[in-house]
């Protein structure tokens, strides 16, 4: 599972930006947020929580904006599955990404990024 989470960051860290006319981002998009709900959603409690910590991990790991859709794909995947375990792993996390020590982080892209990725976390978490 882990080895499978690593291989789909590694391939969103090699995104090409994302210009107009870009013809396999809402293809990539859509598969990955399908791939991600169907396997977490099988997995057994114990492997769902490590996937989603890895997921956590490697979201808050490096900063990645030609594939912010797509990670943030990922995100709401995690968070779905099981909001309990996604929002414990991913957001303190990301409020620290956004906020270190309580002040805003002051590099803006990656606060925006940051930002973008707890939107979210938060959509998808339910109720």
């Known amino acids: 599972v882990v080895e499978i989470i690593d291989r789909v960051f590694s391939v969103c860290d090699n995104v090409p930006s994302l210009k107009k006319g870009f013809y396999m981002g809402q293809i990539l998009s859509s598969t990955l947020g399908r791939f991600f709900d169907a396997m977490l959603q099988q997995m057994s409690p114990t492997l769902r929580a490590a996937a989603v910590t890895r997921i956590a991990r490697r979201v808050t ?17 995690a968070v779905f599955c099981s909001p309990a375990e996604g929002l414990k792993a991913l957001l303190p996390a990301l409020c620290d990404k956004v906020a270190p020590n309580g002040v805003v982080n002051g590099v803006e892209s990656e606060a925006v990024y940051y930002l973008h990725m707890l939107g979210h976390c938060l959509r998808r978490a339910g109720p």
């Open 61 to 77: 790991q490096a900063l990645c904006p030609p594939a912010q859709k797509y990670i943030g794909s990922i995100v709401d995947c």
